[in-house]
């Protein structure tokens, strides 16, 4: 049972000359011990422990900064995901980074070759972490840098053979709303039940058929991304990758990197440098142009069916708090109000 307040007491003599440390497990689902994290670090010829943190944050998955005497890596153990999933998500970074594209690797078992772990019973995955730090307050230089990056990452995706659908879609939106809709008031609810009907639509049209697909990242917030000064350093976190529409995939992107957090409102100049840095490298088809202003409200509506249901229907974690699902009520809100185009 994961404890609420727990310490994790890294000894001295593992930190190698470094002053003991107390880190607070944050958002942990699962308690990982410095003798679990030593073995596995054995198993992967990754070096001596020097450091274990629980990191704060997650919602899906528990994760740990682990350092050693060889470098910086991330741990996650898997709380979702089954061992069956997993692999379309490990094997897509690892494509990525032979690709080029700034992604963590997955690291292998040095005996077996296996990059699908498993950590106090669960699924797990190690993967260097990224140099740099999350920009949370991005400017058009930002914007252009996911966006150019973005373009790239589609391209590489391309040639990944493994497919699995992005399992926080259409479908899954579909189960999830009459979930969480006793919940809402009244003109919430008959929002929420109005853009589910739209984008059902949306995705029986012809338009939609013709969109391009391939690997996405799905989740690429800002936090998910790290940048040294305006240079990017990487895309993290691809835990809810799979197969869907590139614009989906932009439309995510543009509803984080380029809006007012207060009011959900569009920011033109932060668009613009995110769009066209990515049609530099891919230019949007017809198809795209058309349901630019639809995949917007469609990515809106994704984040805040899920942000409802982690909120009214939490797991046990230490330290949980779910993120406000009224940001994206409101996001979407704009995109309705105040639809955008391609010209």
Partial sequence: MPPSTALLHIEPDYLTGIEPAFFPIMAVFTEVSEKDARDLLRRLS????TGLRGIQGGIENTNYFLSTDQGEWVLTLFERLSAEQLPFYLYLMKHLAQAGIPVPDPQAETRSGDILLKVCGKPAAIVNRLAGKSQLAPQPVHCAAVGDMLARMHLAGQSYE??????????WWNETTPVVLPHLEQPEAAMLRSELAYQNHVAASAAYAALPRGPVHADLFRDNVMFDDDKLTGFFDFYFAGVDTWLFDLAVCLNDWCIDHATGAHLEAHAKAMLDAYQAVRPL?????????AQLRAAALRFWVSRLWDFHLPREAALLTPHDPTHFERVLKQRIAHPQSLA
């Fill in 162 to 171: 493994r497919q699995q659908p992005n399992l926080r879609g259409l479908p």
């Fill in 285 to 293: 088809t017809a198809a795209e142009r058309e349901l630019f202003n």
């Fill in 46 to 49: 990754l070096g001596t422990l």
